[in-house]
T-cell receptor
Framework: AQSVAQPEDQVNVAEGNPLTVKCTYS??????LFWYVQYPNRGLQFLLK??????LVKGSYGFEAEFNKSQTSFHLKKPSALVSDSALYFC????????????FGAGTRLFVKA | KAGVTQTPRYLIKTRGQQVTLSCSPI?????VSWYQQTPGQGLQFLFE???????NKGNFPGRFSGRQFSNSRSEMNVSTLELGDSALYLC?????????????FGPGTRLTVT
């Protein structure tokens, strides 16, 4: 069965510092991995995806994520955090089979302090 | 291009009633998925429709049902509402082309069951 774990409920970081939001996954076969962000009273917005290819994926708003197959991780990173990055971040996984059913992690709330 | 729209945005119902939520996907998108978001359970997959056919279903009771019309608009119905059905219901659409792995979410319908 597919699963996603986001071990931190909340991440606090100062503006201008690098940020990391952690994600590990479990899926049979090669995973399709995603990061989404949710702002208050809004739906989820797509940030980036890993399907195949280069392990370092670049996405929207300066975010990037590194796929690590041996550690089954897909951590979200940004070199310099902005206060406006404060939001709820979701990691998601889909297996190569079973259609497009996507499993989301519990979410990590990011607070960026000015 | 207009985004995913969901109506209504807010809804208050009483236990035992039924409710129908509507989702209009991005023009040209033929796949629509529904998710339930609650503080306790996070984002949970309900079902996915493609070309009027249900392709995947999550682990929800039969009180939750959906359908998709020929214009790709989708509705989900919850019968015999329970207090635990209070949640944000999110709809996401997806294209069939090269960007088929990315889901685009609507703003959600906030359902409160009293």
């Amino acid at each position: 069965a597919q699963s996603v774990a986001q071990p931190e409920d909340q991440v606090n970081v100062a503006e201008g510092n690098p940020l990391t939001v952690k994600c590990t996954y479990s899926v049979s076969g090669n995973p399709y991995l995603f990061w989404y962000v949710q702002y208050p009273n809004r739906g989820l917005q797509f940030l980036l995806k890993y399907i195949t290819g280069d392990n370092l994926v670049k996405g929207s708003y300066g975010f990037e994520a590194e796929f690590n197959k041996s550690q089954t991780s897909f951590h979200l990173k940004k070199p310099s955090a902005l206060v406006s990055d404060s939001a709820l971040y979701f990691c998601a996984v889909r297996g190569p089979t079973g259609g497009f059913k996507t499993i989301f992690g519990a979410g990590t709330r990011l607070f960026v302090k000015a | 291009k207009a985004g995913v729209t969901q109506t209504p945005r807010y809804l208050i119902k009483t236990r035992g009633q039924q409710v129908t939520l509507s989702c209009s996907p991005i023009s040209g998108h033929r796949s629509v998925s529904w998710y339930q978001q609650t503080p306790g359970q996070g984002l949970q997959f309900l079902f996915e429709y493609f070309s009027e056919t249900q392709r995947n279903k999550g682990n929800f009771p039969g009180r939750f049902s959906g359908r998709q019309f020929s214009n790709s608009r989708s509705e989900m119905n919850v019968s015999t509402l329970e207090l635990g059905d209070s949640a944000l219901y999110l709809c996401a659409s997806r294209s069939s082309g090269t960007e088929r792995n990315e889901q685009y979410f609507g703003p959600g319908t906030r359902l409160t069951v009293t």
